[in-house]
């Protein structure tokens, strides 16, 4: 689900379907999230420290 890892939330036993979905859904998704810290690291000029292609 949304970029995690299969089993991320959904493999917690217990946790019902919609509980599941209610922690998803206010999340960040963490490709997203990567996506916004390099460009974020682009646009400061840090890119290259971080090993990121410029």
Same mark, same amino acid.
């Given at each position: 689900?949304?970029?995690? !890892?299969?089993?991320?939330?959904? *493999? =917690?036993?217990? +946790?019902? &379907?919609? @509980?599941? %979905? ?7 998704? !963490?490709?997203?999230?990567?996506? *916004? =810290?390099?460009? +974020?690291? &682009?646009? @400061?000029? %840090? ?8």
């Amino acid at each position: 689900m949304m970029g995690l !890892p299969a089993g991320h939330v959904t *493999a =917690v036993p217990g +946790l019902p &379907r919609s @509980a599941q %979905l209610r922690a998803l859904g206010n999340g960040v998704v !963490p490709p997203q999230a990567a996506a *916004a =810290v390099r460009f +974020l690291l &682009r646009r @400061a000029g %840090l890119a290259e420290r971080w090993g990121l292609p410029v």
